[in-house]
């Protein structure tokens, strides 16, 4: 059983341009977020996608964007990089419907994005 | 809006020790989940315990426990027999029953040392 998959595992970009990291969730996962993790620091959350639609979203800019397809993987999209956007995007996936005892996160590995 | 603040960025002990870790939440919900989560190196996030705020009794699991104050709002974690391969950062974590999402603390970069 395959867990959260996330590509690529790392990037580096240059400030401005745009950037589109790939999650692919849990078997059996419907619901895919998406978490940015600066250095030294604890994740923090940037939105949630649910049957192929945002359902809720942390304190980030519209420069971050996602999308959520029909087999349930994910991409987050971040336009006009800043150096401060350097970090590591973590995606985890859960299952929304139906609510189960035990629905927590499963994680994946991670994209270390480098704006330079 | 809930916070999570863990106030140890770094311990250190000795394999077979006995270590804390220290963590506190404010929020306004009744209804919540408590998570210890361990990072290596590989950045994986690795789910340690998880604790129910409506259940009295601490969640154990092997040499792992906690220490579930509600009045407090205090959430320690307990790792007995240390291992080399416990090294690692660990995250305290709140969620509330529904949300889905998950608010982290800064942190605690534990060393276990042979």
Redesign the interface.
């Known amino acids: 059983d395959a867990g959260v998959t996330q590509s690529p595992t790392h990037l580096i970009k240059t400030r401005g341009q745009q950037v589109t990291l790939r999650c692919s969730p849990k078997s059996g996962h419907d ?1 895919v ?1 998406w ?1 940015q993790q600066a250095l ?6 940037i939105f ?1 996608y649910y049957e192929e639609e945002e ?2 979203r ?1 304190n980030f800019p519209d420069r971050f964007s996602g999308h959520q397809f029909p087999n349930y993987s994910s991409e987050l999209n971040v336009n006009a990089l800043l150096l401060g956007d350097s970090a ?1 995007y ?1 995606c ?1 996936s ?1 299952c ?1 419907a139906p ?1 189960l005892p035990d ?3 499963t ?4 994209t ?1 994005l480098t704006v330079v | 809006a809930q916070t999570v603040t863990q106030s140890q960025p770094e311990m250190s002990v000795q394999e077979a020790e006995t270590v804390t870790l220290s963590c506190t939440y404010d929020t306004s919900e009744n209804n919540y989940y408590l998570f210890w989560y361990k990072q290596p190196p590989s950045r994986q996030m690795i789910l340690v315990i998880r604790q129910e705020a409506y259940k009295q009794q601490n969640a154990t699991e092997n040499r792992f426990s906690v220490n579930f104050q509600k009045a407090a709002k205090s959430f320690s974690l307990k790792i007995s027999d240390s291992q080399l391969g416990d090294t690692a950062m660990y995250f305290c974590a709140f969620m509330t029953v529904g949300a889905q999402k998950l608010v982290f603390g800064q942190g605690t970069r534990l060393t276990i040392n042979p």
Do not use: V
Request: hydrophobic share 20%.
């Open positions: 619901t977020s978490y030294g620091q604890g994740p923090q959350f949630q359902r809720q942390g590591l973590l985890a859960s929304l609510r629905y927590g996160y994680f994946g590995s991670g270390r």
